[in-house]
């Protein structure tokens, strides 16, 4: 009897024990549940199965069907899972560069993986440039362009914007760049220029002493690209496109409209590339305002 009072002494000790813990577990749990981690399963037109933690990565046509699940937290978060590879640190590009009548940088490039060509290494211009010449070199279609007016020391000139697949200076590549078709002035000692536009893609470090450019990676989080670089082109297009549609307004010739007409054609193949492009770097909409 001694024996069975003990056990049920013990017994309800327990209950008392349990139902002391139970609230306090309760409370406890929406913190633990912050700790957890989200995620989101999407299977493609492929049957393919896919998981990501940022919503934003999934083509926008899959989200409708996507499943988000909770990742609990393991219990020794700090330690490194031994499979997980070390990342390795950006690396660094060091470009040797002369000087052409004591101020301009000159560095060599190469456009389209085909087209050598030099550069003036300008961090003060926004956008970079290369000659009619180099760009039918490197297989661009000018045609396919948008013509856009710049100003500069001889006047206002209307000039193709076109993009290139990729612009590689001493390894250092900068992939679907656009860039301007005009030729430099004479006398600069090189044939293209390389703009703040390629340049803010690299942490830049000149070095005179030694006369050579260290170019350090910054990668974006969207594709690449930071939010500015995908913004820029946004609002360059949307920009761009009210004005051809105000100067279509107002064309007092068909020729006029014709020539706006064809130009509107190509940059609403621009922005659909874009549109498209941004989907797959999961960048939101409201980044493409």
């Given at each position: 009897?001694?024996n069975?009072?003990?056990?049920?002494?013990?017994t309800?000790?327990?209950?008392k024990?349990?139902a002391?813990?139970?609230?306090?577990?309760?409370?406890?749990?929406?913190?633990?549940?912050?700790?957890?981690?989200?995620?989101?399963?999407?299977?493609?037109?492929g049957g393919?199965?896919?998981?990501t933690?940022?919503v934003?990565?999934?083509?926008?046509?899959?989200?409708?069907q996507?499943?988000k699940?909770?990742?609990?937290?393991?219990?020794?978060?700090?330690?490194?899972?031994?499979?997980?590879?070390?990342?390795?640190s950006?690396?660094?590009?060091?470009?040797?560069?002369?000087?052409?009548?004591?101020?301009?940088?000159?560095?060599?490039?190469?456009?389209n993986?085909?087209a050598?060509?030099k550069?003036v290494l300008?961090?003060?211009?926004a956008?970079?440039m290369i000659?009619?010449f180099f760009?039918?070199?490197?297989?661009?279609?000018?045609s396919?362009?948008?013509?856009?007016?710049i100003?500069?020391v001889?006047?206002?000139?209307?000039?193709?914007?076109?993009?290139?697949?990729?612009?590689?200076?001493g390894?250092?590549?900068?992939?679907?760049?656009e860039?301007l078709?005009?030729d430099l002035?004479?006398?600069?000692?090189?044939?293209?220029?390389l703009?703040?536009?390629?340049?803010?893609?690299?942490r830049l470090?000149?070095?005179y002493?030694?006369?050579?450019?260290v170019?350090?990676?910054?990668?974006?989080?969207?594709?690449?690209?930071?939010?500015?670089?995908?913004?820029?082109?946004?609002?360059?297009y949307a920009?761009?496109?009210?004005?051809?549609?105000a100067?279509r307004?107002?064309?007092?010739?068909?020729p006029?409209?014709?020539l706006?007409?064809?130009?509107?054609?190509?940059?609403e193949?621009?922005i659909?590339?874009?549109?498209?492009?941004a989907?797959q770097?999961?960048?939101?909409?409201e980044f493409?305002?």
């Open positions: 009897m001694k069975t009072g003990a056990r049920h002494e013990a309800g000790k327990s209950i024990s349990f002391f813990l139970l609230p306090t577990a309760y409370c406890l749990l929406p913190v633990f549940l912050a700790f957890s981690q989200e995620y989101y399963r999407w299977v493609d037109d393919a199965v896919h998981f933690d940022n934003y990565s999934i083509p926008e046509k899959y989200r409708g996507v499943e699940r909770m990742q609990l937290p393991s219990r020794e978060p700090d330690a490194p899972a031994p499979e997980q590879p070390v990342a390795e950006p690396r660094r590009f060091v470009v040797p560069f002369t000087r052409s009548g004591g101020n301009h940088i000159l560095v060599d490039g190469i456009v993986g085909v050598a060509m550069f300008d961090t003060g211009a956008s970079t000659p009619p760009a039918t070199q490197a297989g661009i279609d000018l396919s362009g948008l013509i856009v007016t100003g500069g001889a006047g206002a000139a209307d000039v193709p914007l076109v993009e290139v697949n990729s612009i590689n200076v390894g250092a590549e900068v992939r679907n760049l860039v078709v005009q002035p004479l006398g600069m000692g090189a044939v293209g220029l703009g703040a536009d390629f340049l803010l893609e690299y470090d000149i070095q002493a030694k006369d050579q450019v170019l350090e990676p910054q990668e974006g989080p969207y594709g690449g690209h930071s939010f500015e670089w995908w913004q820029k082109r946004f609002r360059r920009n761009h496109k009210r004005e051809l549609e100067g307004s107002k064309a007092a010739n068909d006029a409209r014709d706006l007409d064809r130009q509107l054609g190509i940059l193949d621009k659909s590339d874009l549109e498209s492009r989907s770097a999961g960048i939101p909409q493409r305002r």
